[in-house]
């Protein structure tokens, strides 16, 4: 396994000069720490050892890799943590799982995933166990399905119910002196009402009631099934809300008060002669780190060149595994100040060329987590997975919403998490107006133009009516394509469809029952109906393509949006996180009205 920084006993290294491209020899001595996944031979005989690993359920678990590193992974991914369950339940040398669930920072979607990885790894016979210690609801829906959950006496469980938190900044607009004017088609296309209300209208308050009271229900459900209870007896704890260890256990919604290293006693209890030993790092990508010498300087630059993350280089049948993951923009010039993702229409349409092309990928995968944007650049992505004659499937995260489910509709086959956030079918179209905001700040303008509608674009002055008469007429054009391609897709008359559109959004559950989707299910379940439409058994294993490929380390050292944009963002969420939140929605709103039209639900929903 790659050693950590706090693992190697002696670092020397010398510089590495970019400027001139001259390299100055480096040495980097390390020494591992003994391979914790090997087999362990036990002290006694007849002692029986447990083996048990443990992995960290922390962080904002992002899909997949956007950036390489050439000492392995640094961060978790959703991917990497299915990866590894999986890998230890094939494991014959391992008894059980330990999840360390410690609040992680991701949405409903992705809790789905986990609770599916964990049902898959219970059902081949491996024992999961929760360790919680304060648990919000997102940390308790992933315990519920694990076979037991521990928490120490001073722990608590904090489970309130569902919330919907959407943010608005029209007074934030204000006391800048910036107007924003959004236009919309879609009476329940609330994506421009954060920059025009200060709370929600009647159609937005119509919809997340709708949403919250589907969250709510399942939340319900999952607590009810896992704990064998009630679900009126789930509602009165959900009402309660907050639980020390001991009420939480009386109330029978943990199993074992209990610290960390005293889990002993209740998984070994009713065993004799046997003790637990507990694996950390398993199945974490092993490294060479030895870059003593010439041939060592070689291996190190052909590790920061070239991309080792990506195993699938080798020959063989394989199915391609596409990221969307952010708001979708024209191009890769769409960089964020702030650090906010963005999805670049130039580098998924290459992606899917490139899986096109290989002749070893049979079949795609488009996992999609997105709440839309641009929409031209979302037709574009639409057009090219349609030439595909490979079959595609997609699969829906957290969210695949207005752009994000334009260009998921795109595939033969839709999966949706039953509380993923999809559907927002309609168009919006706007600018924030910021001649007032400039003249605050001591900024005067001086215009000469020509042309009846030469301002339209103009980020200093609100529409004419004539400007906003031209803009409203093509955003009907485009939402008229989108219903009608929406309607073809899901092989629906486009009155039918027009119905559902209108800017309304639905969990994938209730998107499912309306047939915007085919199935709910995991990634793991549209990557099973990619292999059995590619007439792959579905049992087979087969490697992953996954695209868009990562950055090289190089790359990244050569990107000031690389490590810049991160530092800087991750500096000013110490600071002030909800403001530096709301300065990336801006932004990205901002770039995103240089065009015309855009597809997009509300940018930043908080489910709670």
């Known amino acids: 396994m790659s050693p950590s920084f706090a693992s190697m006993r002696s670092i020397a290294v010398c510089g590495l000069i970019f400027g001139s491209f001259q390299f100055v020899p480096i040495v980097l001595v390390a020494t591992e720490q003994p391979d914790q996944s090997s087999t362990t031979t036990p002290s006694k005989k007849t002692e029986k050892v447990i083996r048990l690993v443990s992995f960290p359920v922390r962080g904002s678990f992002p899909e997949t890799d956007t950036q390489s590193s050439p000492f392995g992974a640094m961060d978790s991914t959703l991917t990497r943590l299915m990866q590894r369950i999986a890998k230890a339940t094939e494991d014959k040398n391992i008894s059980g799982i330990i999840l360390k669930i410690r609040n992680p920072s991701i949405g409903r979607g ?4 986990l609770r599916g990885a964990i049902a898959r790894a219970r059902a081949a016979g491996m024992k999961i166990y929760a360790d919680l210690e304060m648990a919000a609801a997102t940390d308790y829906l992933i315990a519920c399905s694990c076979d037991e959950i521990f928490m120490p006496p001073s722990g608590s469980l904090l489970i309130t119910g569902v919330r919907a938190e959407v943010h608005f900044y029209k007074g934030l607009l204000e006391k800048i002196g910036a107007k924003a004017e959004i236009l919309q088609v879609g009476d329940f296309k609330g994506a421009g009402e954060p920059y025009t209300r200060s709370s929600m209208s009647p159609e937005l308050r119509k919809q997340y009631e709708s949403i919250v009271s589907d969250l709510y229900d399942q939340l319900v459900s999952a607590i009810a099934n896992a704990r064998k209870l009630d679900p009126q007896r789930i509602r009165e704890l959900l009402d309660t809300g907050l639980f020390m260890a001991a009420d939480a256990k009386k109330a029978g919604l943990i199993d074992h008060i209990a610290y960390s290293n005293q889990f002993d006693a209740a998984i070994l209890e009713g065993t004799k002669n046997s003790k637990v030993t507990i694996v950390k790092n398993y199945g974490k990508k092993k490294q060479d780190t030895d870059f003593s010498g010439f041939a060592g300087m070689m291996k190190l630059m052909n590790l920061l060149i070239n991309d080792s993350s990506n195993a699938s280089s080798a020959r063989g049948e394989k199915i391609a595994l596409i990221y969307a993951a952010g708001v979708i923009v024209n191009d890769d010039s769409a960089i964020s100040f702030l650090g906010g993702n963005t999805i670049a229409a130039n580098t998924l349409i290459e992606a899917f060329k490139k899986a096109a092309n290989n002749d070893d990928v ?10 839309g944007g641009s929409a031209l650049a979302s037709d574009l992505i639409w057009h090219q997975i349609r030439q595909s004659k490979k079959p595609v499937i997609a699969s829906m995260g957290d969210t695949a919403a207005s752009g994000g489910y334009y260009i998921a509709m795109a595939a033969d086959t839709i999966f949706a998490q039953p509380s993923t956030l999809t559907g927002s079918i309609g168009v919006i179209g706007g600018k ?29 002055t609100p529409y004419t009516t004539s400007e906003r008469e031209s803009l409203q007429k093509m955003m009907e054009e485009i939402y008229h394509q989108f219903t009608t391609k929406a309607a073809q897709s899901r092989k629906m008359e486009l009155a039918e469809m027009q119905q559902l559109a209108e800017g309304k959004v639905y969990t994938g559950r209730q998107a499912q029952k309306l047939g915007l989707v085919d199935k709910v299910g995991t990634l793991h379940d549209a990557v099973t109906a990619a292999k059995e439409a590619a007439g792959l058994p579905a049992d087979k294993k087969i490697k992953m393509l996954i ?3 990562p950055k090289s380390f190089l790359e990244q050292l050569l990107s000031r949006q690389s490590f810049e944009t991160k530092a800087r963002h991750a500096y000013l969420q110490t600071l002030a996180p909800n403001w530096v939140n709301a300065l990336v929605d801006l932004e990205i709103i901002q770039h995103l009205f240089r065009q015309p039209v855009n597809a997009m639900l509300p940018y930043r929903v908080m489910i709670h």
């Not at 992705?110 to 995933?113: H, I, L, N, P, T």
């Open 110 to 113: 992705k809790v789905d995933e």
């Open 362 to 371: 049979k079949a795609i995968v488009l996992r999609v987590d997105s709440p």
């Open 432 to 460: 924030i107006a910021l001649g007032d905001t400039f003249q605050k700040m001591g900024v005067t303008t001086d215009i000469v133009s020509r042309g009846k509608s030469s301002g339209l674009f103009s980020i200093l």
């Open 547 to 549: 695209l868009p490929k």
